[in-house]
């Protein structure tokens, strides 16, 4: 079974920068597809980076030369840097991961969620 779990958020000024990680747990050889998604108040989740397993990276233009998607392979932790943060970037944010290759080599293509991280954006 695979388990995501974000951190990193927090109260940040307009302006200010801050990066969310998330770690993946269990038996993961390789994700397919890693995203970002976000849900600000009273409103729809909505998608904001995905990295594919190839290295590929894409972006809302909500975000785009803002944000930033990374990974470290060896410590399974996938990361969003966001720059030039404003107001409406506060919102929960989910880390997302599609398409799981176990440790005995099975791919499932299922989707997988984490509990999500608050990331408040106010002067």
């Known amino acids: 079974q695979v388990q995501l779990v974000e951190s990193g958020g927090g109260l940040v000024q307009p302006g200010g920068s801050l990066r969310l990680s998330c770690a993946a747990s269990?038996?993961?050889?390789?994700?397919?597809?890693v995203g970002w998604y976000r849900q600000p108040p009273g409103k729809q989740r909505e998608w904001v980076a995905a990295l594919t397993r190839g290295g590929n990276t894409n972006f809302p233009n909500s975000v785009k030369g803002r944000f930033t998607i990374s990974r470290d392979s060896a410590k399974n932790t996938v990361y969003l840097q966001m720059n030039s943060l404003k107001p409406e970037d506060t919102a929960v944010y989910y880390c997302?991961?599609?398409?799981?290759?176990?440790?005995?080599?099975?791919?499932?293509?299922?989707?997988?969620w984490g509990q999500g991280t608050q990331v408040t954006v106010s002067s």
């Open positions: 269990g038996s993961i050889f390789s994700i397919d597809v």
């Open positions: 997302n991961a599609k398409g799981v290759t176990t440790s005995d080599g099975v791919h499932t293509p299922d989707e997988y």
